[in-house]
């Protein structure tokens, strides 16, 4: 059964993109952390990151990096953190999180259950519009 992640890559599903390629995709989770927290995803369906093949994973890590520095551009943080964590969604995931003030910007515990489409929304669009401004091709449009 293909996972939730699939459903939003194959469009079964609706999803905020904001990168998309041959090999991987990033939209924004629907219960961000901080503004602007999205996640890079695989089109390939795998559980564990550790199964990965080693270029796939050095393909996300690069789109990871070009897409934490558009969320640098477009969000002004601190820094913006990297976390594979993986146990909800049996689908390799890079979350990517504008960090501002604290590790506890990172907590999954303070995701928003509720967040305002609109500014989810408006979240996606501030991404994609920096990954244009950094020269992107694979902005989602």
Known sequence: MAS???????????????????????FLTINPIKPG??????????????????????????????????LQHAFSPR?????????EVPHVHIHLIPVH????????????PNPDPAALDAAAEKIRASLRELGHKEVAE
């Not at 695989?42 to 070009?66: F, G």
């Not at 003030?101 to 928003?112: K, P, Q």
Request: glycine share 6%; with cysteine; hydrophobic share 50%.
């Open 101 to 112: 003030d604290e590790i506890r910007d990172l907590y999954f515990a303070n995701a928003d």
């Open 37 to 70: 927290h999205a996640m890079v995803v695989p089109r390939e369906e795998i559980d564990h990151w550790l199964d990965v093949d080693p270029d796939l994973l050095q393909h996300l890590a690069v789109a990871s990096q070009s897409i934490g520095k558009a």
């Open 4 to 26: 939730i992640f699939t459903k939003i890559i194959n469009g079964d599903i609706p999803g905020r993109f904001v990168w998309k390629d041959d090999l991987c995709v990033a």
């Open 79 to 87: 820094k913006v953190g990297m976390i594979i964590a993986g146990l």
